[in-house]
């Protein structure tokens, strides 16, 4: 029996990795460097480019390149309207390529594009049109792709027309309550490619292969930001976006098993704000938040960078002092306490806020977890009794 004959490119076998690769990671800055390299080497661009919307600024901005100068996509920043080429996609949903940048749009004229493409990148699931339509043009190129509309595809059949060129394919679908439901929202992003030093035209091919690409890359970035979204909700505080007590106590627990192992000392900062509740009875919980807050930003910003700070319990921080003997940890402590005693708040009409501070450091005052937040603790308890507004290390 003869073998069965494997019709399966090397280009194509290129894409389905390209893909799998995609859909397998959630690092987001690894998607997109992945998503220009292989576009690069799969489709043997001279040059890459990706963009991607600031959609509260209104503008998209550059990021990721090969094959530009080194910093000229990064510090693009162009407005998006339709008047811009390389905002166009995004506002229409339409892929654009061409062999010459027939516009004095600066911005285009900056990188200098000759035969090239600009793809959006779509980070929603959509219908597609001809399930909507019914269409039976099984000939369409769109015909039967779930994940893509219309007009992502050059090519496409719509009333019998053959629409490969895509001024009159924009024209057309103006008209077509398909494309009516576009979302600008919806487009992540732009996909630049050139071939500015090989001079070969960028194919319809090339643009409907990079259209679904573009498409399941858009997703992925999608599920990519949901997934660090729902990360960062496990482990942040909601109200200071601190870490949270859950996290901070993992961490805890990982220093004290590495200290037990390998040696060497940290210490442990409990911190909780003096008459807090006054705050709340006198100017109501909403200002007690924004208190909360700007305490929360004040230990944030005058800790050390190897130092970690997370919200441990209503107006109680706990702090931890990595490679700090006690003696450091007190000096820092009382930093703290200066700093946030120095402060005037406006939400509570210009008063000052203070905090009590305990202290404890591994070793010297235990070596397990719960032994080490007791002594903080007790600490903590011995400032409040003392007179608040202080640091104590037993």
């Not at 000052?352 to 603790?377: N, P, Y």
Request: aromatic share 8%; net charge negative; charged share 30%.
């Amino acid at each position: 029996m003869p073998a069965k004959e494997d019709f399966t490119t090397p280009r194509e076998i290129a894409l389905l990795e390209m893909l799998s690769l995609v859909y397998e990671e959630m690092d987001l800055d690894a998607i997109e460097e992945r998503f220009v390299d292989l576009t690069a080497d799969i489709f043997g661009f001279d040059r890459v480019g990706l963009f991607f919307v600031k959609h509260r600024k209104g503008v998209l901005q550059g990021k990721l390149c090969k094959g530009f100068h080194p910093g000229v996509i990064s510090a693009m920043e162009i407005p998006i309207s339709a008047e811009f080429l390389l905002t166009r996609p995004l506002v229409t949903g339409f892929p654009v390529f061409s062999t010459t940048v027939e516009t004095e749009d600066s911005h285009a004229r900056q990188i200098e594009l000759v035969d090239f493409a600009l793809i959006p990148i779509v980070n929603k699931k959509r219908l597609s049109c001809w399930q909507i339509k019914k269409c039976q043009e099984t000939t369409c190129p769109a015909y039967d792709k779930k994940w893509l509309r219309c007009w992502l595809v050059p090519g496409t059949r719509c009333g019998d027309i053959p629409l490969d060129d895509c001024a009159r394919k924009e024209e057309v679908c103006r008209e077509c309550e398909v494309y009516a439901q576009q979302d600008v929202d919806a487009v992540e992003g732009v996909l630049v490619v050139d071939n500015s030093l090989s001079g070969r035209p960028v194919t319809r091919e090339d643009v409907a292969l990079l259209s679904i690409i573009a498409h399941a890359v858009g997703v992925s970035i999608n599920n990519a930001k949901v997934f660090s979204r729902t990360l960062r909700e496990a482990i942040r505080d909601e109200l200071t976006g601190l870490y949270n007590r859950r996290f901070f106590n993992e961490r805890l627990l990982d220093e004290v098993d590495r200290a037990r192992r390998y040696g060497g000392s940290f210490s442990l900062i409990i911190c909780d704000i003096d008459h807090f509740k006054a705050v709340n009875d006198s100017f109501g919980h909403p200002t007690g938040d924004k208190v909360l807050v700007r305490v929360a930003s004040v230990l944030r910003e005058n800790i050390r960078s190897s130092d970690m700070v997370a919200r441990y319990g209503g107006e109680e921080f706990a702090i931890l002092l990595l490679n700090a003997d006690k003696k450091l940890a007190r000096s820092l402590a009382e930093q703290l306490r200066r700093e946030l005693a120095g402060c005037l708040f406006q939400e509570i009409d210009g008063q000052q806020v203070t905090a009590s501070f305990g202290v404890a450091t591994f070793s010297d005052d235990s070596i397990s977890l719960e032994g080490l937040v007791a002594k903080a603790d007790r600490a903590l308890y011995l400032a409040k009794t003392q007179g608040r507004n202080r640091v104590i290390t037993l």
